[in-house]
């Protein structure tokens, strides 16, 4: 499964339900910066065979000038940081078991000057909020990508639809890398 994330999203089969809307938080922000965003929260957790970590990540929000903040599942010993980029991303995005990963980089576009790789895993993405009634509709959110639909993390980033703003991804890179 992939999704060309610099020209268009090709259609991707259903998986697990998607989870509720993540809880925001507000300290300053400084775009076109990586950000190292984990914070160990507890301990290892067992997925797949692999030793998990749940990690509280934050991204900016670019709304309040403050910030965004979700846990989620890390790989034991990966290094996770936050890439703010501008459209287009210039990635290639695919699922593998189960988790939502880098295919590939567009060379001299906005995710390699950022220092994303193949084989980086998506944590978390930024999205505009699409249910939920007026005063919720349209609220930038952090989405946890763990768990999701590949259809659900792809719409996530296309809900970013203003041109000239950044889309934050929560990145983990595994240790071996």
Do not use: W, Y
């Not at 890439?83 to 939502?100: A, F, M, N, Q, Y």
């Amino acid at each position: 499964m992939r999704v060309t994330m610099h020209t268009r999203v090709q259609r991707q089969p259903t998986g697990t339900r998607p989870r509720g809307v993540p809880a925001l938080q507000h300290p300053p922000r400084n775009p076109l910066r990586r950000h190292i965003a984990a914070n160990v929260q507890s301990a290892a957790a067992t997925s797949s065979g692999s030793a998990r970590n749940t990690l509280q990540v934050s991204a900016p929000n670019d709304d309040t000038g403050g910030r965004l903040a979700v846990d989620v599942q890390a790989p034991a010993g990966a290094r996770v940081f936050t890439v703010s980029l501008k459209k287009p991303l210039g990635l290639v995005l695919t699922e593998r078991g189960g988790r939502i990963e880098v295919e590939s980089v567009a060379a001299g576009g906005h995710a390699a000057a950022a220092g994303v790789a193949p084989g980086d895993e998506l944590l978390a993405t930024t999205a505009r909020a699409q249910g939920g009634g007026a005063s919720v509709r349209g609220q930038l959110v952090l989405l946890p990508a763990g768990g999701q639909q590949f259809n659900t993390v792809a719409a996530a980033i296309r809900s970013n639809t203003c041109s000239q703003c950044l889309i934050h991804l929560v990145l983990a890179r595994p240790e071996a890398a």
